[in-house]
């Protein structure tokens, strides 16, 4: 069963109508497309976005499925590329972006990439292939440095040093080829256990951020989203770390100074103690939304 991240709290903010347009920055299994295409009858359309060439294969295959191909066009692009895009597409009258940040299920349980500490994978982590740099890469021939400044730059890690030192002295008996690997090594080091979350998290996020430029990647993405957006439209971003979250209030609070934008989430949006049960994921959730005036 697939739970589209704080889906209601996204309608209610974005309020699709009859025939409007709406842009899906990162489609992944389609949760948030859909619901909104519920709203956007008869001829509201989307343009949906999908980097992750095996995952944009499947999308399409399921929009043919649902016999949805003239309501939603689904492209296999990075979406800090919205902007020149949505020109390409003749895409007009956007009234709202909505962006799910992260990798869907999909990838933890099938991409077979190494980006679950739970599967026993080649490491590999990235979204798209042309992307040139792998986890094995990294692991296995970046310097101590470079590591610790990753692990800490990108996952917040407070033992980068001494993850990296244990990553150092092990790659030197043999090379760490599997995700299973990387966490075990991971998991007898670090000496701050947190209860619920599995020790080798930061290190696996830190990774995926840094090989796929996810931060980068968002910068670029929201400041492109703005500039297509009607007048009375609205960005919707969900995040799921600190970091990303950081990266949002400072676009947000640019295009505020800049371009007179209104922040609508004063307070940031998290999911209900509900949906916590339903689906465990999106405890870190968080949800800020702009609008152009
Ligand atoms: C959390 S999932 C979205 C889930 C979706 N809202 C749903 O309900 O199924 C994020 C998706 O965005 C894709 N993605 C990540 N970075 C991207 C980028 N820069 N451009 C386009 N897609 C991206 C990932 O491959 C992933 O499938």
């Known amino acids: 069963m697939h739970y589209p991240v704080l889906l209601k709290e996204t309608i209610e903010i974005l309020e699709p109508k009859e025939n409007e347009n709406?842009?899906?920055?990162?489609?992944?299994?389609?949760?948030?497309?859909?619901?909104?295409?519920?709203?956007?009858?008869?001829?509201?359309?989307?343009?949906?976005?999908?980097?992750?060439?095996?995952?944009?294969?499947?999308?399409?295959?399921?929009?043919?499925?649902?016999?949805?191909?003239?309501?939603?066009?689904?492209?296999?692009?990075?979406?800090?590329?919205i902007k020149r895009v949505v020109k390409e597409e003749g895409f007009t009258q956007i009234k709202g972006v909505v962006f799910d940040l992260g990798i869907s299920s999909w990838?933890?349980?099938?991409?077979?990439?190494?980006?679950?500490?739970?599967?026993?994978?080649?490491?590999?982590?990235?979204?798209?292939?042309?992307?040139?740099?792998?986890?094995?890469?990294?692991?296995?021939?970046?310097?101590?440095?470079?590591l610790v400044e990753i692990f800490k730059n990108y996952g917040e890690e407070k033992e980068a040093e001494r993850v990296a030192e244990a990553i150092v002295k092990r790659r030197k008996e043999k090379k760490i080829e599997s995700s299973k690997e990387l966490a075990e090594i991971v998991g007898q080091v670090k000496k701050i256990k947190k209860k619920k979350i599995h020790p080798a998290t930061q290190v696996f996020m830190a990774l995926r951020t840094f090989i796929n430029s996810e931060l980068e990647n968002l910068k670029e993405g929201i400041k492109s989203a703005y500039d297509v957006l009607d007048k009375g439209g609205k960005i919707v971003v969900i995040s799921f770390q600190g970091l990303e979250d950081k990266i949002i209030k400072e676009v947000f609070k640019l295009l505020k100074e800049r371009s007179k934008a209104l922040i609508i989430t004063k307070n940031v949006i998290r999911p209900t103690k509900e949906e916590i049960l339903k689906n465990p994921k999106s405890r870190s959730a968080k949800l800020r939304a702009l609008k152009k005036p």
């Open 22 to 81: 709406f842009i899906d920055a990162t489609f992944g299994e389609g949760g948030h497309s859909f619901e909104i295409l519920k709203y956007t009858g008869p001829k509201g359309k989307i343009l949906a976005f999908e980097w992750d060439p095996e995952l944009y294969q499947l999308g399409v295959a399921k929009i043919k499925n649902l016999k949805m191909e003239k309501r939603i066009k689904l492209v296999n692009q990075n979406f800090k590329n």
């Open 107 to 146: 990838h933890y349980k099938k991409s077979g990439r190494g980006f679950s500490f739970k599967n026993d994978e080649p490491l590999d982590m990235r979204i798209n292939p042309q992307i040139k740099i792998t986890a094995f890469e990294i692991i296995n021939y970046y310097s101590y440095k470079d």
